[in-house]
């Protein structure tokens, strides 16, 4: 132990003393403060050096304007066995943008331009030697499973870069890490995005993608394993663009090779974007021939996915119609609940609990707005009082033909409600930008108080969401750009220069954004509340303990069908004070208004109380 406790603490040393060189910037290939460490004679070098590497970079960009992505110093080569190395030669890599290239060929373009960039070299310095690379060429190593140029450029120091070089430096170092933590489970790590799609700036995102094969594991689940390598790849992210002092955010996509997989057979727009587009830095013959499958058109994409709330309401639909006795009515109560509720974000209101929606949907758009039949709202009034029934076990089966009654009801509930979607836009066409800014930052805000985050202001939102959710893993990147879209057309809108076309985009996605965050609320929420409850068993019965801040509801009996529930004060000293009869509705008010901590600590006399309730002989499942 103690040798393991002094290796770490060796690496750990090392990590430290080499990390503030690699963050150091660049200028001209010049680390900044290396230079009090040298000579007067080395500095004297190193600054005419600087001053023939700005000028050759200047003279090269003029000469070729757009099409140099990057000029960078190169670390002098090991010299060939035998020979002592040329310590004057200037090493310089050049990489030139050639996609556009139409009318030679692209080794004729790489040898026109090498020549005339040797020429601008040599009439600076003879001890220049540049290295002309076009990006084709760059790419094609890649396809090829060949990474040394990648090596090459990731040891580059950039004298000029519109953003290549940086994004394939920090991509380089990441993978590096990951490889040499994970290799047996990387299966492939492509460049993406803008980046290689010829529409990047200097402040472009650099997005990548890591492929984990979870076809062999065996002891976690293989959302776990995602969890557990998304986690420490990100934070590798992170320390990559530390070391390098690289600011442009590297934007991590972690998928598992099933998932991907899955992705693929359902032609994912977003997937076959990325093989389309992407460019391996590491592939384990998986994402190439996949590639090339897409180009030769074997693999044929799908038309966009629908909106996911509209989308889950008619997939869950033809579901029911091959699980009827299975499923029976939870399938069509969301079916019908998740669509209400969306309209109802649509109009502006946050999502209501389900008990809630049918009264909200009446009042806002059948009094109020005059867009919709009360007929309707019965409907979903039904479905929900016949799931409530079947819940609470006071109807103890439905037939086939009351579910075949309901299910029609049901479809003609949700072709009425996407007629309502294109009634509220048209209707609320002006008012849409308020109401989706003004969603957005409560459900936000309910969110971070989950995570512990009381109070944000409007100013802090984006900054708060983006530490507390992106940088942390829980949610994916891509939402802090939709949510930083969502921020600047509420601007826009105030100053009167949104346009319809810019509401309509607005609307798409912040609609996945308030999704993906109410999904997350959930999970948490589900999860928290796990930690409240105890399971009890005396003799052949079980029952369940709830503890909600100082009072604790008790069902004594789980099996029974119409579940009694009683309620008690908890005391300073953890005991339970007298019950009293309650029900499964007070304990939701309870639950709706209470904030769960992280950890709920039980004092001893609880468990007194709880023989008193259940008998000496009672057993405690504790849920942690």
């Known amino acids: 132990m103690a040798k393991k406790t002094a290796k770490k603490s060796e690496s750990k040393k090392q990590s430290k003393e080499a990390k503030p060189e690699a963050q150091q910037p660049l200028q001209a290939g010049i680390p900044q403060g290396a230079m009090p460490q040298l000579s007067k ?12 590497l700005d000028k050759f970079s200047k003279e090269v960009v003029k000469k070729f304007d757009k099409y140099i992505m990057g000029v960078a110093l190169l670390p002098p080569p090991k010299p060939e066995q035998g020979k002592t190395a040329n310590k004057d030669q200037i090493n310089i890599l050049v990489l030139v943008d050639d996609t556009d290239s139409k009318k030679m060929t692209k080794m004729e373009l790489k040898e026109k331009l090498s020549s005339i960039i040797d020429s601008i070299a040599q009439d600076i310095d003879k001890n220049m030697l540049p290295q002309t690379v076009i990006l084709s060429e760059l790419w094609q190593t890649c396809y ?21 070089l940086s994004a394939i430096k920090i991509a380089e170092i990441h993978k590096s890490m990951i490889l040499k933590k994970f290799e047996k489970y990387i299966v492939s790590y492509v460049l993406a995005g803008s980046l290689v799609q010829g529409r990047a700036t200097k402040t472009s995102d650099i997005d990548v993608w890591v492929v984990v ?16 390598l998304r986690a420490i790849i990100i934070g590798m992210g992170i ?10 955010k590297l934007n991590i996509q972690v998928y598992i090779l099933t998932d991907f997989w899955d992705s693929l057979k359902e032609a994912n727009p977003i997937i076959f974007t990325l093989l389309r587009d992407g460019v391996p830095f590491y592939d384990r013959g998986v994402f190439m021939p996949w590639k090339l499958l897409l180009k030769m058109g074997k693999i044929k994409p799908s038309a966009e996915a629908i909106d ?80 409530k029934d079947l819940e609470h076990g006071t109807k103890a089966d439905v037939t086939g033909k009351e579910i075949d009654d309901v299910l029609k009801a049901a479809e003609e509930y949700l072709e009425r409600i996407k007629k309502l979607f294109e009634q509220i836009e048209a209707s609320k066409q002006e008012e849409s930008m308020v109401h989706i800014y003004e969603t957005i930052t409560t459900v936000l805000r309910d969110t971070l108080v989950l995570e512990g985050v009381e109070k944000v202001s409007d100013a802090d939102l984006v900054k708060v969401f983006d530490e507390e959710l992106i940088a942390k893993g829980k949610i994916p990147a891509k939402f802090l750009r939709i949510l930083k879209d969502v921020v600047q057309a509420k601007k826009d809108y105030d100053a009167k ?7 309509e985009k607005v609307k798409k996605d912040s609609g996945i954004l308030i999704r993906t965050i109410i999904e997350h609320m959930q999970r948490k929420r589900g999860r928290e509340l796990q930690k409240t409850k105890l399971r009890v068993k005396y003799g052949e019965k079980n029952g369940e303990v709830t503890i909600l801040g100082d009072t604790a509801y008790i069902v004594r009996d789980l099996e029974q069908e119409e579940k009694e529930v009683i309620k008690a004060k908890i005391g300073p000293d953890g005991k339970l004070g007298p019950t009293e009869k309650s029900s499964l509705e ?13 950890r709920v600590f039980i004092k001893e006399k609880i468990f007194e109380s709880l023989k008193d309730l259940f008998g000496k002989d009672v057993e405690i499942q504790v849920n942690l």
């Not at 076809?215 to 293989?222: A, P, S």
């Not at 320390?239 to 442009?248: D, P, Q, Y």
């Open 41 to 52: 004679e080395a500095q004297a070098k190193l600054k005419e050096i600087k001053s023939k």
């Open 144 to 164: 090829d499973g060949k990474y040394d140029m990648l090596r090459m450029f990731s040891m580059a120091a950039p004298v000029y870069d519109t953003g290549m």
């Open 213 to 228: 094969d979870d076809t062999d594991v065996k002891k976690m689940t293989r959302a776990e394993l995602k969890d557990k």
């Open 239 to 248: 320390e990559a663009g530390e070391m390098t002092g690289i600011k442009n």
């Open 308 to 387: 996911m709330f509209m989308s889950s309401g008619e997939n869950m639909l033809k579901r029911v119609h091959f699980k009827l006795k299975d499923i029976g009515m939870e399938d069509i109560f969301y079916a019908i609940l998740t669509p209400s509720q969306a309209a109802l974000m649509l109009y502006g209101v946050p999502p209501p609990t389900p008990r809630e929606t049918p009264e909200l949907i009446r009042e806002i758009f059948v009094e109020k707005e005059k867009l919709l039949e009360d007929k309707y709202v019965t409907t979903l009034e039904k479905v929900i009082a016949i799931r």
């Open 497 to 503: 220069k949104l346009t319809k076309a810019e509401v």
């Open 586 to 598: 007070d304990m939701e008010k309870d639950l709706a208004n209470i904030r769960i901590p992280e």
